[in-house]
């Protein structure tokens, strides 16, 4: 029970800093923060995401291309150039290394605009701090498991950002329904969209790319905008456009 309950606790929190403060907030600015609560999700992120921490520099620069370049072979995470998901991930992630290291020219215009922190960044990047996180999470499955498959279950542990990226990119490019005409190939993944906490209504958010909402359809559950309808409301976050309305959809 102890392992089941970490696993999900894990994957979860590091799925909600994922969209909720890389992807919303770092690479759309839906909202914004006083640099008090700024401070807090960074740490935050890094603590949740631990040996797969994601830098908000980087993961905003590879966003931003992202929707510039949907689906064209400049597309840092387009499906349709990779002959599997792990093949893709590998390649996202030498590119996530070059745009880190100011080695990505095409990255250079899509730079400003998001959280910085560099010790905690650089931190989170070092070898120590990766090889720590992941030592932490077998120690606690030296302790608790009760099983030895559960041990599968590390590696998730170990490249849990990229695995919510793959599933988001790889799912949310291939397969399901368009509300929208993008000139595209992203896709309402909704079945699956329990895995990624609104990420997989990628048709509809490349539609709306300031649309903090990722449903529009009355049966389109967010579960992070929920949240942050939260912390609007309680004055932690300010959504900057309430409302932004659904227009030309698919037929």
């Known amino acids: 029970m102890a392992i089941l309950f970490f696993f999900v606790a894990h994957y979860y929190l590091s799925l909600f800093t994922q969209t909720f403060y890389l992807h919303r907030y770092a690479a759309h600015k839906m909202f914004t923060m006083n640099k008090f609560w700024e401070r807090f999700f960074f740490l935050f992120?890094?603590?949740?995401?631990?040996?797969?921490?994601?830098?908000?520099?980087?993961?905003?620069?590879?966003?931003?291309?992202?929707?510039?370049?949907?689906?064209?072979?400049?597309?840092?995470?387009?499906?349709?150039?990779?002959?599997?998901?792990?093949?893709m991930m590998w390649k996202t992630k030498n590119i996530y290394n070059d745009v880190l290291n100011n080695r990505y020219e095409l990255a250079q215009r899509f730079e400003g605009d998001?959280?910085?922190?560099?010790?905690?960044?650089?931190?989170?990047?070092?070898?120590?701090?990766r090889i720590g996180w992941g030592a932490l999470y077998v120690l606690f499955y030296v302790q608790f498991a009760t099983?030895?498959?559960?041990?599968?279950?590390?590696?998730?542990?170990?490249?849990?950002?990229?695995?919510?990226?793959?599933?988001?990119?790889?799912?949310?490019?291939?397969?399901?329904?368009?509300?929208?005409?993008?000139?595209?190939?992203?896709?309402?993944?909704?079945?699956?969209?329990?895995?990624?906490?609104?990420?997989?209504?990628?048709?509809n958010h490349h539609k709306l790319p300031m649309r903090v909402n990722f449903g529009v359809k009355k049966w389109e559950l967010d579960p992070t905008y929920m949240f942050i309808w939260s912390l609007d409301k309680i004055g932690v976050v300010k959504v900057k456009r309430k409302w932004q309305q659904p227009v030309h959809m698919a037929a």
């Open 114 to 129: 998001y959280p910085e922190w560099r010790a905690v960044e650089n931190l989170g990047d070092k070898w120590y701090s």
């Open 147 to 203: 099983a030895w498959w559960q041990f599968l279950l590390l590696p998730i542990h170990f490249l849990m950002g990229p695995i919510h990226g793959a599933i988001v990119n790889w799912g949310g490019h291939k397969y399901g329904y368009q509300n929208f005409d993008n000139h595209d190939h992203s896709k309402n993944t909704l079945p699956f969209d329990f895995l990624a906490f609104g990420e997989l209504f990628q048709n």
């Open 45 to 87: 992120t890094y603590i949740c995401q631990g040996s797969s921490f994601l830098s908000p520099r980087a993961y905003a620069l590879l966003h931003r291309m992202h929707h510039a370049y949907s689906d064209t072979e400049l597309d840092p995470h387009s499906p349709l150039y990779s002959s599997n998901a792990f093949t």
